[in-house]
């Protein structure tokens, strides 16, 4: 587990949600929220079988020694580096898609397969990093907790057709609207076409179209935090609200989804996905860049 940034506990959550944990030391966790999600689930319960996390490293070293104790890691480390030939595989904790390549190259380079958190890659150059990995036979993964919300996977079928959705997070548009796009994007399937961005010193809007000629707004609103993980979908004969409710439930599922591709060699979603899903993130950012142009999905990935 290597990387701890400001505003991003998940060294604390992810290793405890593997590992176990100590609620004591866990209760000193700087992200309040950590503790009581964690605290609702049976302590006994509150592990994977067949993984643990053996070694942590944090940017600022005094972290390090803290999320041991919290989530029973055995080894804190001096660099990251210093896992290696240790570990079967790293998970790259950090939520910057702009550091992302050179927080994993040496661990991709050594031939460990890397799980990096979301979003994978906010920049051109830093996705087209990643594509090339992918195709020389690196293995990695990055996925948001969202995508295995059980809240998310609600039936819709009775709604007819849809012909709009919503779906809201809070914090940046870089950092967390990977966060309510993929709440939504296993529901629809890869196929978006364009980005448009409506921007102010309090968040974005964005209005994205989708082969299937749906329309799709995502709001990220920086202070919003109690509206995070709101989705709501509109159709033909009815409409229903979804709100993430598990936040415990859907790292797990994660997680799992991670060691289960580490066992079995099988892929949770094919990586062209989570591609399209990174150029959507550019598109936007380049949308209000460029004062709210309709930016081209086809346009974006014909650049890496």
Known sequence: MLGMIEGNGHPYSWSGIINGYDPVAMANCP?????????????????????????????????????????LIEHVVEKPEDVIGHVDAVVIATDD????????????????????????????????QFVQWHRAGKIILSTSGMRYAPEMRADF??????????????????RYGIHALEAVEPLLGTGFLTVQAHSDAGGDVMHLNHRSGLKFTIGALHDAY??????HLYGTKGDLALKLADTYQ?????LVAFIDMLSTGKRPLPFD?????????????RSRNQGGAVISISDILTEL
């Open 97 to 128: 898609g702009t550091d992302h390549v050179r927080r994993a190259r040496p661990f991709v380079e050594a031939g460990l397969p890397v799980f990096i958190d979301k979003p994978m890659a906010t920049t051109i150059p830093e996705l087209r």
């Open 226 to 231: 109690g509206s995070f993980g709101a989705v």
């Open 273 to 285: 996905e989570t591609v399209e899903l990174m150029a959507v993130i550019i598109a936007g950012i």
């Open 157 to 174: 079928s009775y709604l007819g057709d849809l012909r709009w959705i919503t779906s809201f997070t809070c914090k940046t548009w870089e």
């Open 250 to 254: 859907a790292f797990r599922g994660q």
């Open 31 to 71: 992200y309040a929220g950590i503790p009581i999600y964690m605290g609702k689930q049976s302590l006994d319960s509150v592990r994977i079988p067949g993984a643990r996390v053996t070694h942590i490293w944090c940017d600022d070293p005094a972290d390090a020694p803290k999320v041991a104790a919290a989530s």
